[in-house]
């Protein structure tokens, strides 16, 4: 099999480059090719043209893009969306729900996790999680997490909100979505990636045991600017194995649990002849999730927590059989 390194070392970006050569080939920072690479990285990140978003998310999705290019809260622009982001958090940690909603209508619900989950994932991945104003938001959404580990969609009049089938979770009330979206967070953390109640929340996640191959590397497609990141409870509709496992790396997961060890070998099953995965909907982003997949299973490799939840049958939408 050809390395895969080798063919990653080809991708034009010069981001990529500069990712490969630092989290998978372990180069020194005072390498003067990684040093080159670290120039034209910030002249490619200028062109994502953040100083047209406005919202909350846009802004927060802004933040996620460039630490994805490996430019962190170091680079001027990165600062300035973070305090515009920041300005916009309410003083119990949370962010207004009517932020993200269209045309700021007011909400039926009068709590979503996912008003704090979308704006910390950026904030946390552009270096902030550990200042106060953002361990204030992940204390707010600990405070809504559910006994079974899981986050609830959100309430409205008083009751948990409606979840479909595909963002179900089986032996929980909890929304899988909703609980991707707050993990997303928790695993960016120094301290809290690898707490129990992250733990926990990764423990339900991976008791979802469906195989949607047509979702992978839907991350990839969204932070590299090939698809839009929209929806607000729908953000993380699709069910994306390649960032559930780049989740359960950074959260401690070992290959001991075997629902990680049967998710990397249905992975690996789908690996192509010279040593690459290929994107289902933009084989130009191959590469990208290449790199992402080998990074999770980098961070596998010193994992050592396996989950205690008992594998369950599960489906989205279960067949209903006709009584006639």
């Known amino acids: 099999m050809t390395d895969p390194l080798a063919l990653l070392l080809c991708e034009r970006s010069a981001a990529l480059r500069y990712r490969v050569l630092a989290e998978l080939m372990d180069v020194p920072p005072d390498d003067p090719e990684l040093h080159d690479l670290g120039r034209q990285r910030e002249v490619e990140a200028a062109e994502l043209d953040a100083g047209s978003a406005t919202g909350v998310k846009e802004l927060s999705w802004a933040l996620c893009r460039y630490s994805y290019q490996g430019v962190d809260r170091s680079h001027w622009e990165v600062a300035a969306i973070a305090e515009r982001v920041f300005d916009s958090q309410a003083a119990d940690g949370?962010?207004?729900?009517?932020?993200?909603r269209r045309g700021r209508r007011e909400s039926v619900y009068s709590m979503a996790p996912l008003q704090v989950a979308l704006p910390l994932r950026g904030l946390a991945a552009a270096g902030y999680a550990t200042d106060a104003r953002a361990e204030r938001a992940y204390d707010w959404l600990l405070s809504h997490q559910l006994d079974d580990g899981a986050w609830p969609m959100g309430m409205a009049h008083g009751q948990p909100g409606f979840i479909a089938g595909y963002r179900k979770l089986p032996g929980s009330k909890g929304c899988r979505a909703t609980t991707e979206g707050v993990l997303a967070c928790l695993v960016l953390h120094p301290?809290?990636?690898?707490?129990?109640?992250?733990?926990?929340?990764?423990?339900?996640?991976?008791?979802?045991?469906?195989?949607?191959?047509?979702?992978?590397?839907?991350?990839?497609?969204?932070?590299?600017?090939?698809?839009?990141?929209a929806g607000f409870v729908t953000f993380y509709a699709r069910f994306d194995l390649a960032f559930l496992l780049d989740l359960a790396s950074r959260a401690g997961a070992?290959?001991?649990?075997?629902?990680?060890?049967?998710?990397?070998e249905?992975?690996?099953?789908?690996?192509?002849?010279?040593?690459?995965?290929?994107?289902?909907?933009?084989?130009?982003?191959?590469?990208?999730l290449t790199f992402d997949i080998l990074s999770s299973l980098r961070r596998l490799r010193s994992g050592a927590w396996s989950g205690l939840a008992p594998r369950v049958p599960f489906r989205a939408y279960p067949t209903h059989h006709r009584r006639f």
Do not use: K
Request: aromatic content about 12%.
């Open 254 to 264: 070992s290959l001991d649990d075997a629902r990680v060890a049967d998710l990397v």
């Open 266 to 288: 249905f992975l690996m099953d789908r690996r192509g002849q010279f040593g690459l995965w290929e994107h289902p909907a933009y084989p130009e982003l191959s590469r990208w």
């Open 191 to 229: 301290d809290r990636s690898r707490a129990p109640y992250t733990r926990a929340a990764l423990d339900r996640l991976l008791q979802r045991e469906t195989r949607d191959e047509w979702a992978l590397g839907t991350e990839v497609a969204r932070l590299t600017g090939r698809e839009p990141a």
């Open 94 to 100: 949370s962010f207004p729900l009517n932020l993200f």
